[in-house]
Every structure is written in C-alpha cells, then in structure tokens.
C-alpha cells in the first residue's frame, strides 16, 4: 500500500515557476514509477509526466516539454514537479500516481489527492 500526498501548488502569474512534491509513504518507494497528471475544469484529466522507478528515465506529454521537469528523491520518497514558464492552460489540480516497476505504465494503482495550481494572465 501506498499513501501519496502532492503539495506546492499556488496562484502564480503567467511566466513564473512552480515545483510540486509528491510525498510518499509505504514500503518500496524505489520500486515505484511515479507519473504526475492534471485535470482542468470540464476536461477529463491528462498526462503531463513520468519518472522511471530507477529515476533515470522521463517521460512527458508534448504540450509541457521543455518547461517541466520530474525528479525524484528516493530516500527522501518524494517525487517533484518543476513547471517553468507556467501558462494559463496549465491551470489544473495535479495528481501524483504510483505504479509498481512498469514502463511506461497504462496504469497506476495509487493517486494522490491532487494539488491545484492555478495561473493568472
């Protein structure tokens, strides 16, 4: 069993950065790929990103290439979000996931609560 508790969101301007936490609780952290997703209001939620068990591979959705990134810290089980250049569509709660060694999962088999993160024009 996994726990998954995702901070850091906020109100920021167009253009600012922002980096979200996912804190992880539970045995085996390291045996887990960690994927962030997001769901705008009256859109069905989305894939923004992914990072390998290992933490050396990434994995992200075309629409934030470049801008975001995942890293993870394995003693410390937590997974990051770093979103830079943040823009409007970028509004969203984000959600942390956890799926056991697979990659690229279809599948996550626990979620977060979600954060919401909200940029201004």
């Known amino acids: 069993q996994v726990q998954l508790v995702e901070s850091g969101g906020g109100l920021v301007q167009a253009g600012a950065s922002l980096r979200l936490s996912c804190a992880a609780s539970?045995?085996?952290?390291?045996?887990?790929?960690m994927g962030w997703f997001r769901q705008a209001p009256g859109k069905e939620r989305e894939f923004v990103g992914v990072?390998?068990?290992?933490?050396?591979?990434?994995y992200y959705a075309d629409s934030v290439k470049g801008r975001f990134s995942i890293s993870r810290d394995n003693a410390k089980n937590t997974v990051y979000l770093q979103m830079n250049n943040l823009k409007p569509e970028d509004t969203a709660v984000y959600y942390c996931?956890?799926?056991?060694?697979?990659?690229?999962?279809?599948?996550?088999?626990?979620w977060g609560q979600g954060t919401q993160v909200t940029v201004s024009s």
């Open positions: 996931a956890a799926a056991q060694r697979s990659w690229i999962p279809r599948t996550y088999a626990y």
């Open positions: 539970g045995r085996s952290f390291s045996s887990y790929t």
């Open positions: 990072i390998k068990w290992s933490g050396d591979s990434t």
